[in-house]
């Protein structure tokens, strides 16, 4: 009986100190960059970023906050990037699956293929570029962000798998109603389908939440860029740096652009940090699920 | 009956339409542009007018010695990756359903997931926030400790162990799930009858556990055996960047690709990277898919 104690106890010594160690290292350069978007310029310059600020000074959230145009307007960008993508792909995605889930229609192998065979073989990102911009131009669209990963054969796949395990009684007895095969999906598909939209939902809102890449290819316009774009301009190019926070009235000499840097990222992260506690568990759900699909 | 049946199928294929349009518009015309590989592409004689030059490219990538750098770092950096995360994440999920106190190994697992929601720009900021030279909280801790401060960004061979090391960062919550759902659907009495046998903790995660979650494991190391020749390409891009110091260490193929378009415009060698990579991964994934069907044939992807 001793021996099994003295094992329980290893067992939660060792554990906790493996997951603490790893919880401290996730959390360390969040506070790191916190501490750092405080510190006075002067600090910075003297001694360094340091996991504490010895002195804290807002200095650098007040100029963003004193010229919120530039990051403002990204926000609204990124946020209608966000919805409009999330939303298409989510309609588009949810009624091609509705299709290729239904076993009347003759080729939905042939086209189930079709998409599939995107996955193992695509183009790569230089000829979706020159087609992209010599042939649909695209450059400085809002859609040239959209487009490249609006639809992907894993979302149709798994929302594919969704619709399935919904009880075909439901669809045949609508069926023998007479409704069209647009109405049932319209009207019975989707409200049953919701628990799935909303996990794949998620996972593509982040994506689109997220991305520069595509930004950074299509756009150059600077009202059009995306907050994770922005951010990266911004730290990547100093007259992006100043143009971020033109308004504020400082000349570019004096402002805490070591500070204002880490201000910027704390701030493109915000929402998320605070929406993610409780969106977590749908993501878990989500990749559950998956999991057992295989 | 066989004309209403008829009708039916037009309505499933004209709600087809929307997705078969934009996986030609967008997936299968732009694979044509691989013939760009093969072109001397100028911005001023097009796709069409630009001249055709065979094999040049990929024999120039060959004799450059490009090719073989980033294949050879594309490889070696995904098997890192892979064995590195979900070594720990098997840690993880073994730990977090194995340990008594629910709230608080909750809680650990929230914060582990916290960095997969993140953007990977930010991510860049965070690694310049610790090693840059000058400011870096590195420096200024072995500054404060009398130790020589490192250069970080102008010393190639740290950076596979930074790199190795952030992607895990980025990845342990959200793969961790995954083994968490295998535990928890392990049939309990083969718990109970260890205990009953006197086994010790160690020994059930030893000869039950861990037997559970190594079939999961080796599909998903199948899975990413078959995406090796593609890289994290926002992580290598976001914290590398366009350092050219680092690139012996650190360019892999998808960041070869992105700059040859973004900053040398270098159409032709870019695209035949890019086709190298697709080829070579197309050909992988065959394999593998072969290998996955004699093993295992209810995962096969195809």
């Not at chain 1, 094992?7 to 960059?33: E, N, T």
């Not at chain 1, 949810?94 to 189930?112: C, D, G, I, P, W």
């Not at chain 2, 996986?23 to 630009?50: N, T």
């Amino acid at each position: 009986m001793k021996k099994i104690y003295s094992d329980v106890l290893s067992f939660h010594i060792i554990g906790y100190v493996f997951l603490f160690i790893l919880a401290i290292a996730c959390v360390l350069p969040f506070v790191l960059v916190v501490s750092g978007s405080l510190t006075p310029e002067q600090h910075i310059y003297e001694h360094g970023y340091r996991l504490w600020p010895k002195e804290v000074s807002f200095d650098a959230y007040k100029i963003i906050l004193s010229s919120p145009d530039t990051i403002g307007r990204a926000y609204i960008v990124s946020m209608g990037v966000t919805f409009f993508g999330t939303a298409g792909s989510l309609f588009i995605s949810s009624m091609t699956a509705y299709v290729l889930s239904r076993k009347e229609f003759q080729y939905r192998n042939h086209f189930a293929i079709m998409i599939y065979f995107t996955t193992i073989f695509t183009g790569g990102m230089v000829p979706m570029y020159i087609w992209m911009v010599n042939f649909l131009n695209l450059k400085d669209n809002y859609l040239a962000i959209i487009m490249p990963t609006f639809l992907t054969a894993w979302n149709i796949l798994l929302l594919r798998n969704f619709i399935k395990s919904i009880p075909e009684e439901v669809i045949e007895s609508a069926q023998m109603d007479g409704a069209s095969h647009f109405t049932i999906y319209s009207r019975i598909i989707l409200p049953l389908a919701v628990p799935g939209l909303v996990t794949i939902g998620l996972f593509i809102s982040l994506h689109y939440w997220n991305d520069w890449a595509q930004a950074r290819l299509f756009i150059e316009d600077p009202d059009m860029f995306t907050l994770p774009y922005l951010l990266y301009n911004t730290i990547n190019r100093f007259d992006a740096l100043s143009r971020t926070v033109a308004g504020s009235g400082i000349p570019m000499p004096d402002m805490p652009t070591q500070s204002l840097k880490l201000a910027i990222a704390i701030i493109s992260i915000g929402p998320m940090v605070f929406l993610f506690p409780i969106l977590q568990k749908y993501f878990i759900k989500g990749l559950t699920v998956g999991a057992v699909k295989g | 009956m066989m004309r209403k049946r008829e009708s039916k199928q037009w309505m499933l294929f004209l709600m087809l339409v929307p997705a078969l349009v934009y996986f030609i518009l967008f997936q299968y015309i732009p694979m044509s542009g691989i013939l760009l590989a093969f072109k001397q592409y100028s911005i001023r004689d097009g796709f069409f007018g630009s001249p055709w030059v065979g094999f040049s490219n990929f024999k120039f990538l060959w004799i450059s010695g490009q090719l073989w750098r980033i294949t050879r770092n594309t490889v070696l950096y995904n098997i890192a990756f892979i064995i590195t995360t979900h070594a720990t994440a098997i840690f993880v999920a073994v730990f977090i359903s194995g340990l008594a106190g629910k709230k608080i190994t909750k809680t650990i697992h929230s914060v582990l997931f916290l960095p997969y929601f993140i953007s990977f720009v930010v991510l860049g900021v965070f690694v310049y926030n610790i090693l840059s030279y000058e400011f870096g909280s590195l420096n200024t801790f072995l500054k404060a400790i009398n130790m020589e401060p490192v250069n970080a960004y102008a010393e190639p061979l740290i950076w596979p162990l930074v790199l190795t090391f952030f992607n895990m960062w980025k990845w342990i919550g959200y793969s961790s799930i995954i083994y968490l759902a295998v535990i928890v659907a392990i049939d309990k009495q083969a718990y109970e009858a260890a205990q009953i046998e006197g086994a010790t903790v160690w020994k059930q995660v030893w000869y039950i556990t861990i037997p559970h979650l190594v079939p999961t494991f080796i599909i998903i190391l199948l899975l990413q055996l078959g995406k090796i020749m593609r890289g994290q390409f926002d992580l290598f891009y976001n914290i590398i960047g366009n350092n050219s110091q680092l690139f012996d260490a650190t360019d892999v193929i998808d960041t070869y690709v992105f700059r040859s378009l973004v900053h040398n415009f270098d159409i032709g060698m870019g695209s035949a990277a890019g086709l190298y990579q697709s080829a070579l991964g197309l050909v992988i994934i065959l394999l593998v898919n072969w290998l996955i069907r004699r093993v295992h044939p209810d995962y096969a992807l195809f």
